[in-house]
C-alpha cells in the first residue's frame, strides 16, 4: 500500500515538473554579441547617428556607455531595442578621437554579459581610453558561495525531508541536519538575488544594500528561481514540522525546488526548450533523491540493526533508478552544451565538466564498495559493517559537496555552444542582375537563428528604392522546401528579416524577390554556405 502510494505520488511529481517546465518553455539562450556599428575597430570619416549592438538572442541592457577620448565614461540612456539589436543615440557633439562602446545586458538565462568595442572618428587617439576591467573577483567569490548554498539547500535539505518524510525515517537528528541545510539554502538563495544585481550592473559588493540592486536581481530570469526556490525551502521546513501534511509538503517543495533550477541557467537556456528544461527538472529531482538520502541513511544506519536494515532496502531500491534517471539526463545536457568534444579540453565550461566527471567517478567508486563490499554485511546486522557504512556514507556525501562546489562554478563560463554562436562569422554575398543588385549578410553564417539583411542597389550602385523586398531560402537536396522571409526596411537603408531559422548546414539557394513597382519584380538568386 505505501509503495503503491509512493510510486503514484512520483508519477504525478514527475509529470507535474515536466508540464511546469513546458509551461515556461521559451526561446531562451546565453546571449552573445554577433555584430556591432560601427564595427569593432573602425575608423569613421564622420560621427556616427547611430550605434547598434546586435545578439545572438533577445536580451534586456543592463548598463550602456561610451568613454570618449579624454577617458571620462558618458552614460547611453537614449536607446531602442528592437528584437535582437540596441540602438543607441550617441551623444551629440563627438569631436575626433577613439571611442569605447561599453556595455552590459542580460540574457534571458538570466546571466549578465558583458563586452565593448572601440571605434575611431577621425584619426584614432595616440592613447586609446580604457574600458576598466570589469571583472570584481569579490562579488564572482561570493557569488560562488551562494550558489553552492543554494545547491546545499536544495539537494542535501529538501531531499532529506522527502526522504524522511517518504523512505527513511531519520529522527530528530537528521531532521536537525536537513533543516540547517534548509536555513543555509533559503538564506543564500535570497542573498543571490541582491549578487545577481551586483553582477548585473558591475557594482561592488558594498553597494548590496542599494535597492536598485535586487530590483536588477530579480528582474532577471534568475528572480523566478529565487522566488519559487524560498518558497520551497519554507514549505519543506514547514513540512518538517507538520505531522498530517507533512508528507504532500515535501513532495511539493522537492518537485517545486527541482523546477526552479530549470527557470534560468545555461543549461535550461539551450535549445529545444520542450527537451532541455524538463532534463534539468529530472536531473536536479534525481540528485535530490539521491543526495537528500545520504544524511537519513547514516542516521539509521546509527539507530540500530533494525532501523538500519530498513533504511537500506527503501536506499537501495531508489537509488538505482534516481541514478539511472540522473545519468540519462545529465548526459544530454552534456551533449547539448559542450557540442564539439575538443570544446571539453579548449573551453573553461569543459575543463569545470571534467573536474565534476572525476569527481562522479569517485563518488561511483564508493558507491560500489558499498553496494557490493558493505551492504551484504550490514544488512546481516554485522556492527562494524554498519559502521564502516556509515563513514563511507559520510565519504560519499563529502563527495557530493565537492561535486556541488564545482557546479556551481558553472554561473561564470558560458557553455561551448554559446561561443560557437559568438564565433561564427557572418558571410556576405554580392548577386546583382541587369536591373538590380543586392548586398545580403546572414549573420551568424551558421544553422540556426540568423538575421538576414540587405542593400538593394541600381546597377550603377546607386540606392535603389524596392517597393518590398522578400527572402527565399531552400535546400532541395534536403527536401526543403522555399522558405520565405519578408523583410522589412530599416531607418539605415537595410532591409532586414530578424529570427530566420536556418535549420541544417551546407549549401543552400538563396533567392532575393524585389519588387521595383506595382508591375515589375526582380529576382536575385546565389548559393551561401552555411556552417553547423
Known amino acids: 500500500m505505501r509503495n503503491r502510494s509512493l510510486c503514484r505520488s512520483a508519477v504525478l511529481a514527475l509529470l507535474a515538473g515536466w508540464f511546469w517546465c513546458c509551461l515556461t518553455a521559451a526561446a531562451m539562450a546565453h546571449a552573445a554579441l554577433t555584430g556591432a556599428s560601427p564595427a569593432d575597430n573602425a575608423v569613421l570619416n564622420a560621427a556616427p547617428k547611430t550605434l547598434s549592438l546586435s545578439f545572438s538572442e533577445p536580451v534586456s541592457p543592463l548598463v550602456l556607455r561610451l568613454v570618449l577620448p579624454s577617458g571620462v565614461a558618458s552614460p547611453l540612456r537614449d536607446f531602442a531595442l528592437r528584437d535582437r539589436t540596441l540602438e543607441i543615440t550617441p551623444p551629440a557633439g563627438l569631436e575626433n578621437g577613439t571611442y569605447v562602446l561599453t556595455w552590459r545586458v542580460v540574457s534571458e538565462d538570466g546571466h549578465p554579459v558583458s563586452g565593448s568595442t572601440i571605434f575611431s572618428i577621425g584619426t584614432p587617439s595616440a592613447s586609446p581610453p580604457s574600458a576598466g576591467d570589469g571583472v570584481d573577483w569579490l562579488v564572482r567569490a561570493a557569488l560562488w558561495l551562494a550558489r553552492t548554498g543554494l545547491y546545499i539547500g536544495l539537494f542535501l535539505g529538501i531531499g532529506s525531508a522527502f526522504v524522511i518524510r517518504w523512505l527513511i525515517p531519520a529522527g530528530q537528528g537528521g531532521r536537525r541536519i536537513a533543516g540547517a541545510a534548509m536555513a543555509i539554502g533559503l538564506v543564500a538563495t535570497l542573498v543571490s538575488a541582491g549578487l545577481q544585481g551586483l553582477d548585473a550592473l558591475g557594482r561592488p559588493l558594498s553597494n548590496i544594500i542599494d535597492p536598485s540592486v535586487w530590483r536588477a536581481g530579480l528582474g532577471t530570469s534568475f528572480g523566478w528561481t529565487v522566488a519559487v526556490l524560498s518558497a520551497a525551502f519554507l514549505v519543506a521546513l514547514a513540512g518538517l514540522r507538520w505531522n498530517a501534511a507533512g508528507r504532500t509538503a515535501s513532495a511539493v517543495a522537492l518537485v517545486a525546488g527541482?523546477?526552479?533550477?530549470?527557470?534560468?541557467?545555461?543549461?535550461?537556456?539551450?535549445?529545444?526548450?520542450?527537451?532541455?528544461?524538463?532534463?534539468?527538472?529530472?536531473?536536479a529531482l534525481t540528485i535530490a533523491l539521491w543526495a537528500g538520502s545520504l544524511?537519513?541513511?547514516?542516521?539509521?544506519?546509527?539507530?540500530?540493526?533494525?532501523?538500519?536494515?530498513?533504511?537500506?532496502?527503501?536506499?537501495?531500491?531508489?537509488?538505482?533508478?534516481?541514478?539511472?534517471?540522473?545519468?540519462?539526463?545529465?548526459v544530454l545536457l552534456a551533449v547539448v552544451q559542450v557540442e564539439h568534444p575538443a570544446a571539453l579540453l579548449s573551453t573553461a565550461y569543459g575543463k569545470v565538466l571534467l573536474v565534476k566527471l572525476a569527481l562522479v567517478l569517485v563518488l561511483f567508486a564508493i558507491v560500489a564498495v558499498n553496494r557490493w563490499v558493505l551492504t551484504g554485511p550490514a544488512h546481516a546486522g554485522e556492527a562494524r559493517a554498519m559502521r564502516r557504512l556509515s563513514r563511507m556514507v559520510l565519504l560519499e556525501t563529502l563527495v557530493v559537496l565537492a561535486i556541488l562546489a564545482v557546479a556551481a562554478t558553472w554561473r561564470f563560463t558560458p557553455p561551448p555552444r554559446a561561443l560557437a554562436v559568438a564565433a561564427a562569422p557572418p558571410v556576405s554575398i554580392h548577386i546583382h542582375s541587369a536591373k538590380a543588385m543586392a548586398e545580403v549578410t546572414i549573420d551568424p553564417a551558421r544553422a540556426g537563428p540568423v538575421d538576414v539583411s540587405a542593400v538593394i542597389l541600381a546597377p550603377d550602385f546607386s540606392p535603389m528604392e524596392a517597393k518590398e523586398v522578400t527572402f527565399v531560402f531552400s535546400k532541395p537536396n534536403a527536401g526543403v522546401e522555399p522558405l520565405r522571409r519578408k523583410a522589412s526596411l530599416s531607418p539605415d537603408g537595410l532591409w532586414r528579416a530578424e529570427t530566420t531559422v536556418l535549420p541544417l548546414p551546407g549549401q543552400w539557394r538563396l533567392r532575393v524577390d524585389v519588387l521595383i513597382s506595382d508591375f515589375e519584380l526582380v529576382r536575385l538568386q546565389d548559393v551561401v554556405e552555411i556552417a553547423p
Open 295 to 330: 544524511v537519513p541513511l547514516v542516521c539509521a544506519l546509527r539507530e540500530g540493526a533494525d532501523v538500519g536494515r530498513r533504511a537500506l532496502d527503501r536506499f537501495a531500491r531508489l537509488v538505482p533508478c534516481a541514478v539511472a534517471v540522473l545519468v540519462v539526463a545529465g
Open 258 to 283: 527541482s523546477a526552479a533550477l530549470a527557470l534560468s541557467g545555461h543549461a535550461s537556456a539551450a535549445s529545444p526548450q520542450w527537451m532541455m528544461r524538463p532534463a534539468v527538472f529530472l536531473h
